[in-house]
């Protein structure tokens, strides 16, 4: 059941769209700001950009003002209106560089078309051009491959907006110069784009950086260092719980807890393979008694030294280590975010070593994992992409019958599996093709989560075997998974997902004990024993606040239940139930709320 996919993003009408309008912002910057010097301007997610060079001013290059920005949109919608046609066309090399001789960036565009290392749009290729390919409307004219709408009308005016303006490396290098990005976004109609703005302003009221602080989850201190958050109490028990639950489905299915060092020999990961192709991504490494150790970039090697701690057998096979390992990678400052884009993190990381003739039962149930962990988080709205190798590029290891084997294996599985894929291209691993998992959230963004990967070249880069029935030594295969991914990244996204109202078995306070009066925070201290008895996860509010101000705290801090006690209560040993939803159920006895809250907990129910 592969290649369910509708059209690709590529192929669509709103890629033509926002590609076009791109172009005639670009157009609108000219006008505006005729000493710009343009660069490129691609279709994105959801929008497009382009970035310009508007010269230096004081030492620093010149931005764009918010007023810019109104001005350029402005103009960008009278251009629109005008209804003017997208032509294409070529130009020789030679052509090209006489008309765009004042646009340095276009000219070294130019020059790597003829060079055969880029094509108009920036992406690789080893074709050097004798022609480029230009799109013109009015008097803008690009290099661009399109494709674009025929005529500027079809991009709607009242369907486009400038969102924001932000600095930019060419060619993402930051030793060249800073341009300024202007990002907009352009919908079919009207009524799309509102949603789109919608949207974008719900995902800033949950963005989790600010829920992060507001619920006490985790916190990123400067003197640790960026991109290297703390977790804490709060978040550490919701880590904690989310690392249970998967312990114990992992236990369930037969695999065996490891547990690794942070560093590790440069020569493991020059072994592994990984030191080469990760270099960039990497920190340097560390001098110990005259001999090199790496902050470990990935966690599989140290688990293949694990595997390699004895002979194996046929009988040992399949040996699936799992193990929460925390790993290291160097991110540039300016990409780090909250718990998204993090220098250290923790994989909910596994290896597998199975017989050949185990793979594709070993690979189906790792995908049922994957899926009963989504549906257990509640997380319905997911897609599977198989990420294959792309045959031109240098990138990946092993030979061309070990990826075909790799990727027939995953096909088969998720085929047998049921699910749904689509292929990609150029998504695979260094070292084998894989199956990642796509989560849509509520506010319908997507986010890769949980993978799975095939790998026959590290088992012979480490040179594994396990001896067969035969007597006879072979080649394990090793599956790598991790089904949360990062437990950084995807607590980051359930934050945003949840808006911070976790489901209760998550919730890292389930309950807030609410006295009204002084005299009743004894029988609140009473009770909060009795559900921390039961393991519940239990707050007592015994300030001085008055009870409605008690609740509305507790809401703030999205706890599920607000229990409020007084003299009935006390009496008839029962409390009144509020959810944060701000729903009065009345009083309950104790141990019926405590009946209902703890199968609501071990049923993992999304329901209060
Ligand atoms: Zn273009
Ligand atoms: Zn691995």
Redesign the pocket.
């Known amino acids: 059941m592969s290649e369910t996919n509708p059209i690709p993003y590529a192929e669509s009408e709103l890629y033509r769209i926002r590609?076009s309008a791109?172009?005639v912002m670009a157009e609108a910057v000219l006008a505006l700001f005729p000493e710009a010097k343009i660069a490129i301007?691609?279709p994105i997610e959801d929008g497009f950009y382009y970035d310009f060079d508007l010269g230096q001013e004081n030492g620093k290059p010149r931005t764009f003002s918010e007023e810019n920005l109104a001005q350029i949109e402005e103009r960008m919608k009278e251009l629109l209106k005008q209804n003017a046609p997208f032509e294409h066309s070529s130009m020789s090399i030679r052509e090209a560089q006489a008309f765009f001789a004042d646009q340095p960036y276009k000219l070294e565009l130019i020059a790597d078309l003829a060079a055969g290392k880029l094509d108009?749009?920036g992406e690789a290729t080893a074709v050097p051009a004798s022609e480029v390919s230009i799109?013109k409307q009015r008097d803008f004219v690009?290099?661009?491959?399109?494709p674009?709408v025929k005529f500027t009308k079809q991009v709607k005016a009242n369907a486009v907006k400038l969102l924001r303006t932000g600095g930019a490396y060419w060619r993402g290098n930051e030793n060249n110069p800073q341009l300024q990005r202007i990002y907009g976004t352009a919908w079919h109609n009207k009524e799309e784009l509102d949603e789109y703005l919608r949207l974008l302003e719900e995902a800033k009221a949950r963005d989790h950086r600010r829920l992060g602080k507001q619920l006490g989850l985790f916190h990123i201190s400067q003197l640790v260092g960026s991109g290297l958050p703390l977790w804490l109490p709060k978040g550490a028990v919701l880590r904690e719980t989310l690392e249970n639950f998967l312990r114990q489905a992992q236990l369930e299915r037969g695999y065996l807890p490891v547990i690794t060092p942070h560093i590790g020999k440069l020569d493991l990961y020059i072994t592994s393979g990984h030191y080469p192709y990760y270099k960039a991504s990497q920190y340097t490494p560390i001098d110990v008694d005259e001999e090199k150790f790496m902050l470990k970039p990935m966690n599989c090697p140290h688990h293949i030294e694990i595997y390699r701690s004895e002979a194996r057998s046929y009988r040992d096979l399949p040996l699936r280590l799992a193990e929460f390992g925390t790993v290291y990678r160097y991110e540039q400052s300016g990409e780090l975010t909250g718990l998204t884009r993090v220098r250290g993190f923790t994989v909910d990381d596994s290896h597998l070593f199975v017989t050949p003739d185990q793979l594709e039962e070993e690979f189906i149930g790792v995908v049922d994992l994957i899926q009963f962990v989504f549906q257990t988080m509640g997380f319905h709205d997911f897609r599977a992409r198989l990420g294959t190798n792309d045959p031109s590029s240098d990138k990946y290891a092993g030979a061309p019958e070990m990826w075909a084997k790799g990727i027939n294996a995953i096909r088969q599985a998720a085929d047998k599996a049921g699910m749904n894929y689509t292929i990609e291209e150029g998504e695979a691993a260094f070292y084998g093709p894989k199956l990642d998992f796509i989560f849509r959230d509520v506010l319908k963004r997507e986010w890769q989560l949980g993978t799975v990967q095939v790998d026959f070249l590290l088992p012979e880069r480490f040179d594994l075997e396990y001896t067969g029935e035969d007597g006879q030594k072979h080649r394990p295969v090793m599956i790598h998974r991790a089904p949360f991914g990062s437990m950084e990244r995807f607590v980051g996204i359930l934050i945003e997902h949840f808006n911070g109202a976790f489901p209760l078995w998550l919730a890292p306070a389930q309950v807030m004990m609410v006295p009204i009066a002084d005299r009743h925070n004894e029988y609140a201290h009473a009770v909060s024993r009795q559900l921390r008895a039961v393991g519940m996860r239990v707050q007592v509010d015994d300030s001085s606040d008055r009870m409605n101000k008690k609740i509305r705290n507790a809401q703030l801090q999205k706890i599920p239940y607000m229990l409020v006690v007084g003299d009935k209560e006390m009496e008839n040993n029962a409390v009144a139930v509020r959810t944060r939803d701000e729903e009065d159920r009345g009083a309950l006895p104790v141990a019926e709320f405590i009946s209902h809250a703890t199968t609501l907990i071990t049923t993992k129910s999304m329901e209060l």
């Open positions: 590609h791109a172009h301007g691609p108009e749009n799109y690009d290099l661009c491959r399109g674009h």
